[in-house]
T-cell receptor, first 114, second 115 residues
Framework: AQSVTQLDSQVPVFEEAPVELRCNYS??????LFWYVQYPNQGLQLLLK??????LVKGINGFEAEFNKSQTSFHLRKPSVHISDTAEYFC????????????FGPGTRLSVLP | NAGVTQTPKFQVLKTGQSMTLQCAQD?????MSWYRQDPGMGLRLIHY???????DQGEVPNGYNVSRSTTEDFPLRLLSAAPSQTSVYFC??????????????FGSGTRLTVV
């Protein structure tokens, strides 16, 4: 079985400050990892994904994430956030052994304050 | 615009009523799925399909039925609505046999309230 933990349910941060949203996963097989963003009253949009290769992954809107296999983590970072980054962020894990179905974390609500 | 279209956007049902949530995609994706989103629980998989005529259960299938008669459409049926089915429902699709390589394309969701 696979599982995803997002320890921070809410993260408030001031505009132009850096932010890190934490994601840890549990799996007995090799995984693919994703971050999705959900703006208010909208569906989810793909931010970035790790399938293989370089452990530092760059995504849209200036976000990046680093895969750390030994710590089973895939933390999301942005060096300087904007008001428009206010949204809910979901980490997800899948693998071929899981039929490629995703397991989502509970989400982290990022609030960017002026 | 290409993408995943869900209807309706909002729905209120009485306990015991049945209804169908519609999902259509025009990207020729083989893989389609239904998730429900509840506060603090993320998204949980209800049912999925890897192609027309093929469906399977996800994590929380009880109380829901699906069918896949065409590549484009993947409706979700609530047989007898219960208050525990109050949630936001998302349909998602992907290339190939699953979202592992390309990720999902999500619809905008259906907010369902059962009273």
């Amino acid at each position: 079985a696979q599982s995803v933990t997002q320890l921070d349910s809410q993260v408030p941060v001031f505009e132009e400050a850096p932010v890190e949203l934490r994601c840890n996963y549990s799996s007995s097989v090799s995984v693919y990892l994703f971050w999705y963003v959900q703006y208010p009253n909208q569906g989810l949009q793909l931010l970035l994904k790790y399938l293989s290769g370089s452990t530092l992954v760059k995504g849209i809107n200036g976000f990046e994430a680093e895969f750390n296999k030994s710590q089973t983590s895939f933390h999301l970072r942005k060096p300087s956030v904007h008001i428009s980054d206010t949204a809910e962020y979901f980490c997800a894990v899948t693998s071929y052994n899981y039929g490629q179905n995703f397991v989502f974390g509970p989400g982290t609500r990022l609030s960017v304050l002026p | 615009n290409a993408g995943v279209t869900q209807t309706p956007k909002f729905q209120v049902l009485k306990t015991g009523q049945s209804m169908t949530l519609q999902c259509a995609q025009d990207m020729n994706h083989e893989y389609m799925s239904w998730y429900r989103q509840d506060p603090g629980m993320g998204l949980r998989l209800i049912h999925y399909s890897v192609g027309a005529g093929i469906t399977d259960q996800g994590e929380v299938p009880n109380g829901y039925n699906v069918s896949r008669s065409t590549t484009e459409d993947f409706p979700l049926r609530l047989l007898s609505a219960a208050p525990s089915q109050t949630s936001v429902y998302f349909c998602a699709s992907s290339y190939g046999q699953g979202p592992g390589d390309y990720g999902y394309t999500f619809g905008s969701g259906t907010r369902l309230t059962v009273v």
